[in-house]
Structure formats: C-alpha cells, structure tokens
C-alpha cells in the first residue's frame, strides 16, 4: 500500500492490484442506518500483505465482504470505487463478480466450516472451486489438483485425506484445507478475515507461515484482517488502523507499531500485555467501549474514549478529523492534535505501557 | 508478595499463616469415561493426569497450555464443580477433596470461579442486583446495611454504576457483564478465585480494563488466583508463579522469570517461540515441536 505524502488526502498507488477509493458500505435497519464503513481508501500491490487491525464492531469484516462482493444489494447500499486487477466492482452485476470471485480474490474467514461443507468430502469441495473456473478440466484433472493442494498446504497424507469429511479433521487440518480451497485458482488476492483466532498459538504460528510461503509462491496480494496486533508485526508490509468504520492511522508496519501517532493506535498498544518487560507496570486501558455504528459521536468518534480530547479546545467534538500526513512519507492519521503534543504524549504516557514500552 | 499476604492477614481476612500454601493439589486426576468400542466398553478421556501445585495466599498461579490440554478440568476439579478420580485437594490445611454438604457450601464462599463467557454464565432473566445477590441469599447471608447496599458497593468495587442495580445482563457490553460476574464473585469475600479464561472473548482495551481490574482486587483484597488462560502474555503480566499443562499433564512450573526467560521445558520453549511478538516486525524464528503438523 502507497499512501501520498500530500498532507491533502490518502492517494492510491496506481500500479496496485487492489485500488480501494472512499469505500462506504451502509445497512438500513429498523434501529437506523448502520454506516459500517464510512471512506475508506487503500490499495494493495500483489507480493505485499496489508494488515487491517481495530476492535470488533470497527467496519474491517464489512469492508473485506465488500471487496468479494458479497452483500446482499437489496439491503446494502455501497458506494466509491473497488478495482480488482483494474476493474471496478462497485456497481457491477451479480454473475460478473461470481467470475471474478474464487478466482482473482480469494477469502479465508475464521470459521472454516463456514466454507466447508458438512456432507461432501474435502477434496471434492476443492476439486468443484477448482472446476467452476476451469469448466474443461476433467474430473480426475480437478482431483488431482485438489490433492496437490492438499499436499502444498502441509496436510501429510493429502490422498487419503482427499477422502475424508471435514469433521474428521482437526481444527488446523481444517484450516488448512480451507485455504488449499482458497489458493486452487491461484488467485491474486486473498483476504484472510482473522484466520488464526480461533487457533492455538502453535498452529497459528504454523498457519501464518504457510500464507507467507504461498505468498512468495504465487505472488499474492493478501489483506490480513486480525485484532491481534503480534500477527500485525510478524506478517504485515502496511497496516490499516480503523475506528467506527473508518481509517484513523495508516502506514508501514514500522511506522504503526514502532512509531505511532493516533491515540487510538496508542490505546490499542498500551492494552496488550508484553512477553518482555516490566510485568509490574500497569496496563493503560481505552475508556469506555467502542461506539455503535448507528449513532457516531460528532466530530471525532473516537473522543468519548480518548484522553486528549480537549487539548485543542473543541476541535474533537465540533469537526471530523480527515486523513493527513503524520509527517513521514506514507504514513497518515485521521487526529487534531498537533505532531509537538503527539511527540510529547507519546513520551510521557504511552511509551512505558503494554507493548508500547 | 509478602506485603500483600500481611496486609490481607491485618485485614481479619486471613487465617492461614504466611507459609502455609492456602490451596495444595496433589497428583490431581480426571479421567472422563467415554462409550467407545464395538461392544460399548467403557474408555476413558486422560483430561487431567497427575497434576501438582500450591497457591500461596495472595498470590496469582497461572494454567497455561493449548485447547484440550485439562485446564478447564481442573480448574472445576478445584471449586468441586467435578468430582476428581484421583488426587488430593487441601485446602487451609484441610482436605476437601471429597467435601460434602455444610463443609462444602462453606467451601464455596471461600473458592469462587469466574467464567469465560460473560454472556452464557449470567442468568438473561435476572436483574443485575439480583444476580449479585444470589451468592449472599443462598448461604444466608444479611450483610451489615441490608443485601441491596453490599450489591451496590460490589457493583462500585468493579467499576459499574450503583444505579444499575435492576438493569437486565443484556443491557451490559461484554466487558461489562465480565464485571457483574466478578462481582458476584467477590459476593461472599472468598479467598481463592478461579477464573478460566476470564479475558478471552474481551477486545483488547476492555480485556486490558478488567486485567487491572483483577489486579486491582488482588491487591486491595489479598486475594488468591488460579488464573487459567491461552495468553502467554497476559498470564506473564498476571501472574507470580506459572504452571505449563501439556496433553492433561503439567510438564512445568516456575517463577514468571523461570518460565519465560529460562523456559526448561521443549513444550515450554515451543508455545514461547510460536507467540507473535508485537515488538519484533517481520517473520521470527520458531522452535518447532515434535509432530509439527496440527
Ligand atoms: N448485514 C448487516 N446489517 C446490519 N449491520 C451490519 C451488517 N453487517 C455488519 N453490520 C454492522 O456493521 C458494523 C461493522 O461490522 P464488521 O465489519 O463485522 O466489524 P469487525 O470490524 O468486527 O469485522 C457492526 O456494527 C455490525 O453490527
Ligand atoms: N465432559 C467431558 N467428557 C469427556 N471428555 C471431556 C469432557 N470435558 C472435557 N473433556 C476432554 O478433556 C480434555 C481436557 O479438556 P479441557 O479441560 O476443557 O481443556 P482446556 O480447558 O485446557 O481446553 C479434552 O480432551 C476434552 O475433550
Ligand atoms: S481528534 Fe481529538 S478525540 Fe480524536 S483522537 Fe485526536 S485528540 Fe482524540
Ligand atoms: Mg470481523
Ligand atoms: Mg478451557
């Protein structure tokens, strides 16, 4: 992901596979109107991974379905552009973006009997994604295919298992098999909806280097979409902060997690534990829980749970804060504060806590 | 660890004496019998096998170990939610591992557990005043000031608002009903918590909410922990002393400094490296255990 060093606005790298412009995704509801994702803009290059990171409830799941195209238009309305290998999806029919999906983007969620199907055995399931792009492949052609995935996703014994049902799998075996699902198209992007959650740190640690393996294998754009920000360092190039559905910090990884400037992105970091340093000193939590997406707070959504709020009068509660430059190139965030108060904040409150230190 | 016992034992609270560990569990076992076989033999699940630790009074003993390893287990095994089939529970000096009737309703004042799931372990058709009552009504118990009074300083103690005593559970975020639990929990001043995975289903800035919160407590009220959770992270920030469980069996304990700086175990070492490590970016060197594949 490229983002313009202009302290106007986000730009899109042109050369990128993936080109996301002001997405918004809203859901009329009888409580209101959801605005899940409310301008979001990033773009990924194929051979990159950008992480999106943010509490549950902050638009990430939203935007990802989004770019697979899998919100019902009857009861969604979407708007701002989503170029996929330089066409845009927003707006196109149904059976246009079936062609696309499974085949240039790819996705892996964390439950991955939500992509398995109970009843059919797994290599049948990988040979069919196989075959709806490939309507000339014979059957036993597809077969063999879903075996070598098998086999290329580190499943031992991938003819035997070709034959087996999904419950007869482990939970990382199952995983496994879903993105062996995912990658028999070779597609050119894959969006990973948080992948390991669910997993033990073992497999998860044994997950993430298979995506990483088959990503310099095949080359492929992946947005990895997690609210574990260890997974964030260990397997992201950029990194997407979001907030209420909406960007607040973007950046390279460096930048976000060795660097940050957004008191969010500082909340988040100073709440998780270390596995170094001082066990004594105290976490230091965001206040409060994160908003409804119905009923945003005017100005910037985050002030309720922030504690710099008031540092530039009223600015936080009277005017939304867009998108600037936070100094270095690429790397923008959506705050009033100016870079003197965030510099020293950051030095006196931030540093010591949590994985901040 | 000493001033924490000592000011807990100045508070009237404590009746054991500093050395004595406040819980004792030795060669603690849990097979569950399972049908298996053509012919319906009886086969058993190894959940817990042989398991041994103290719990000074005051201080926080982790249980750490992946999905399925017996942490659970024993956890319930510990406040006699499950009957163990072999092994020893002592508990101030006393053995409680078969306790019945009277002895083990006072038990359960003393030893209480927290849950993962905030939302399953509270009753959705009780207020939350009523909720926190409960432990009180049950042992009759009337505190100085009336049950509704207690229920509101509990509910203050853990950080909600007093005047949502007759609020439903449904009405609370995740975090906040992980409160009313703890609240209930601390309803009858127990000396030892339980809590399993109290933290897990928390996003990070309310998991980091309630982590202070029990650190908190531990403090003010020299309160005793077997923390069990699958966050190395976050038991190494809560915990004294760490126990490792592998396959129901306990394959190491030690200081927050032994397990983490030193680990001894290949176990130990291995669910160490495979933790991404927020502070390192890029791919990190793993030590990858026996029978890799999962
Ligand atoms: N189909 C839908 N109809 C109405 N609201 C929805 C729908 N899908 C998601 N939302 C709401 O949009 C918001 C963002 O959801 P999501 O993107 O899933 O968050 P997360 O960041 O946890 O993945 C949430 O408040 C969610 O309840
Ligand atoms: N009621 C039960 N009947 C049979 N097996 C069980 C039961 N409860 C747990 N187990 C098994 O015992 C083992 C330990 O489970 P548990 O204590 O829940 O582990 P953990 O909490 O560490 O994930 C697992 O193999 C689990 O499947
Ligand atoms: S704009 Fe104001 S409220 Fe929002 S993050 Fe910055 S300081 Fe906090
Ligand atoms: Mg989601
Ligand atoms: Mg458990």
Known sequence: ?357 | MTDLADSAASGGTLTTPVSEPLLKVEGLTKHYPVRGGFFGTKQFVRAVENVSFDVRPGESLGLVGESGCGKTTTGRMLVRLLESTSGKITFQGEDITHAKGTRLRNLRQDIQIIFQDPYSSLNPRHTVGKIVAMPLQVNGITPPGGVKKRVQELLDTVGLNPEHYNRYPHEFSGGQRQRIGIARALALQPKLIVADEPVSALDVSIQAQVINLLRRLQKDLGLSFVFIAHDLAVVRHFCERIAVMYRGEMVEIGTREEIYERPSHPYTQALLSAVPDVTKIGRTKRIKPEGDVR
């Not at chain 1, 290599?123 to 295919?145: D, L, N």
């Not at chain 1, 990382?172 to 597609?187: C, E, F, H, T």
């Not at chain 1, 095949?218 to 964030?232: K, P, R």
């Not at chain 1, 804060?321 to 009033?336: D, I, N, T």
Request: aromatic fraction near 4%; proline fraction near 6%; include cysteine.
């Open chain 1, 1 to 357: 992901m490229t983002t313009s060093t202009s302290p106007a606005e986000v730009t899109v790298d042109p050369d990128a596979y993936l080109q996301v412009r002001d997405l918004k995704v809203q859901f009329p509801t009888e409580d209101g109107l959801v605005r899940a994702v409310d301008g979001v803009t990033f773009s990924v290059r194929r051979g990159q991974t950008l992480g999106i990171v943010g509490e549950s409830g902050s638009g990430k799941s939203v935007t990802s379905m989004s770019i697979l195209g899998l919100h019902n238009p009857a009861r969604t309305k979407i708007s701002g552009e989503i170029s996929i290998g330089g066409t845009n999806i927003v707006g196109m029919k149904e059976e246009q973006i079936q062609r696309l999906r499974g085949k240039d983007v790819a996705m892996i969620f964390q439950d991955p009997l939500s992509a398995l199907h109970p009843y059919y055995k797994v290599g049948v399931q990988i040979a069919e994604a196989y075959k709806v792009h490939h309507p000339k492949a014979s059957k036993k052609e597809a077969m063999t295919r879903a075996v070598d995935m098998l086999d290329r996703v580190g499943i031992p014994e991938p003819q035997r298992r070709a034959n087996q049902y999904p419950h007869e799998f482990s939970g990382g075996m199952r995983q496994r098999a879903m993105i062996a699902m995912a990658l028999v198209n070779d597609p050119a992007l894959l969006i990973a909806d948080e992948p390991t959650t669910a997993l033990d740190v073992t497999v998860q640690a044994q997950i993430l280097e298979l995506l990483e393996d088959l990503q310099e294998e095949f080359h492929s754009a992946i947005i990895m979409i997690t609210h574990d920000l260890g997974v964030i360092s260990q397997v992201a190039d950029d990194v997407l902060v979001m907030y209420g559905g909406r960007p607040v910090e973007t950046g390279s990884v460096e930048q976000i997690m060795k660097r940050p400037q957004h008191p969010y992105t500082w909340g988040l970091l100073a709440s998780v534990p270390s596995l170094h340093g001082d066990a004594g000193a105290d976490l230091v939590p965001i206040k409060g829980n994160p908003p409804s997406l119905i009923n945003l707070p005017t100005g910037c959504a985050f002030n309720p749970r922030c504690r710099y709020a008031g540092t530039n009068g009223n600015l936080s509660f009277t005017e939304r804060p867009e998108l600037r430059s936070a100094g270095e190139a690429g790397h923008m965030l959506a705050c009033h504060l100016s870079a003197e108060n965030r510099q020293r904040i950051y030095a006196e409150d931030i540093a010591h806590a949590g994985v901040a230190q």
